[in-house]
T-cell receptor, first 109, second 118 residues
Framework: SQQGEEDPQALSIQEGENATMNCSYK?????LQWYRQNSGRGLVHLIL?????REKHSGRLRVTLDTSKKSSSLLITASRAADTASYFC?????????FGAGTRLTVKP | GAVVSQHPSWVICKSGTSVKIECRSL??????MFWYRQFPKQSLMLMAT?????????EQGVEKDKFLINHASLTLSTLTVTSAHPEDSSFYIC??????????????FGSGTQLSVL
């Protein structure tokens, strides 16, 4: 069963704009991860944030985690057409990882 | 980074036949492998978790006699869809973890298999 829920379900922006995706979950977690999936392909790990961390950066990616609200956000800055993909959050607890429904991001050139 | 190879990428089969999908970790030993099913524009639905040398743990609602999983070595897991029917048509993805212990820190995914049952 799914744990996380992302919003929005779909997001369309212009190249150069920032994209923000949110993920909410229901139970306590060890860590939360974000993955990217190009259409018809497998998922690629983007970034992991542990339950005792509040923010992490990796290149143009910024992830925040608020355990009190059980939510996380993924920010992609200065988006590019190549960022077009689906983005999933995944929550992990005791070797059990569950994926959210995903946000489909379209970046228009 | 670690590579997981999944074959075939796509398969078309007749109703009633069985299809085997392979998932290999190419440059690391996968203590645990996962099999997912994904419908168009939807999330990944975990089907089963397999640990090398032991029986797979299936999620509720997944028929273990229908979806046979074998994890015979630390680098190979297979999913066999037995007596496939059109409703089994879907995108199947495997993933592997190399991290022992209680926490999954990163999963490496295969490229997926699109199964179409006629």
């Amino acid at each position: 069963s799914q744990q996380g829920e992302e919003d929005p379900q779909a997001l369309s922006i212009q190249e150069g704009e920032n994209a923000t995706m949110n993920c909410s979950y229901k139970t306590s977690i060890n860590n939360l991860q974000w993955y990217r999936q190009n259409s018809g392909r497998g998922l690629v790990h983007l970034i992991l944030i542990r339950s005792n961390e509040r923010e992490k950066h990796s290149g143009r990616l910024r992830v925040t985690l608020d355990t009190s609200k059980k939510s996380s956000s993924l920010l992609i800055t200065a988006s590019r057409a190549a960022d077009t993909a689906s983005y999933f959050c995944a929550t992990e607890i005791n070797n059990d990882m569950r994926f959210g429904a995903g946000t489909r991001l379209t970046v228009k050139p | 980074g670690a590579v997981v190879s999944q074959h075939p990428s796509w398969v078309i089969c007749k109703s009633g036949t069985s299809v085997k999908i392979e998932c290999r970790s190419l440059d690391f030993q996968a203590t645990t492998m996962f099999w997912y099913r994904q419908f168009p524009k939807q999330s990944l639905m975990l089907m089963a978790t397999s640990n090398e040398g032991s029986k797979a743990t299936y999620e509720q609602g997944v028929e273990k006699d229908k979806f046979l999983i074998n994890h015979a070595s630390l680098t190979l897991s297979t999913l066999t869809v037995t007596s496939a029917h059109p409703e089994d048509s879907s995108f199947y993805i495997c993933s592997a973890s190399s991290s022992p212990g209680r926490t999954l820190e990163k999963l490496f995914f295969g490229s997926g298999t699109q199964l179409s049952v006629l």
